[in-house]
């Protein structure tokens, strides 16, 4: 019994395609309306055609012949979804295949990593905090809000800091720095992380040693990371904490983080 279009259409859901035939023969970059094609049928992306020395000649068999606008070719791009890359992380969009990229570079799924040695956990950045507290027993999260100053204990060991305005996840990490003292690295937690981002963020950090009266401040831009690798990113360590700032008495720094895509005086600021 022969089927009807719409039967065959309600059957047909399911193929595999190489997407590298979704590609524009010339730029590589996925194919996205409109598309243009040549006599013969070979087909290019606007962008490329536009670039064309002579665009009366196929730029692959070099006939002589005006391109069209490919109106079939265009349909099936807008046919075929693809799974998001996080699938696996809990994101069950699909797009267009030449739209993947723009979803991918914004979903809420795309991970994280856990930076305890051994551990492979992966997952977006608000499951992090319940991983590292119940995994590995980290202290609950530090609340703050961006701008205003709140003493941090200077204590070895990694801790988050969590931004109540934005819900922006800060990794603490103090670390042992031989004679010199404590070092320490405030990162921004950020699954979309580029290896040439811009800082989004500055730290100003403050020792105060009451029983000498020794001071030192200082002041950085926070590196944002997804942890790729499950490690912390290289030269991350951004201050030191003396010896003498972090006697039992008085084992605290200041600390205040700023937005620095805000131009707005910094309320609490540390003068």
Known sequence: MEQSAGQRSS???NAT??????????CCHPLKPPVLQCG???VICSSCHGKLPDKNRCHLCAMDTAYNRCFAVEQILRSILVPCRNAGYGCDAKTA???SDSHEDGCPHAPCFCPEPGCGFAGATSSLPAHFTGGHGWPPATEFRPSRAFDLQVQEGKRVL?????GHLFLVDIAPAGPAGLAGAVLLLDS????KAKPKFECHVAFHCRATGWRSSSEFPVR???????SLPADCYAFVVPRVAHSPATASIIVSVHDVSKKQPRNGDIR
């Open 11 to 13: 059957v047909a859901t």
């Open 17 to 26: 395609v190489d997407l590298e035939v979704l590609d524009c023969t010339v």
């Open 40 to 42: 013969v049928g070979h």
């Open 97 to 99: 295949y030449h739209d």
């Open 162 to 166: 969590r931004d109540v305005d934005g």
């Open 192 to 195: 979309h992380a580029g290896a």
């Open 224 to 230: 944002s990371t997804a942890l790729s690798g499950g």
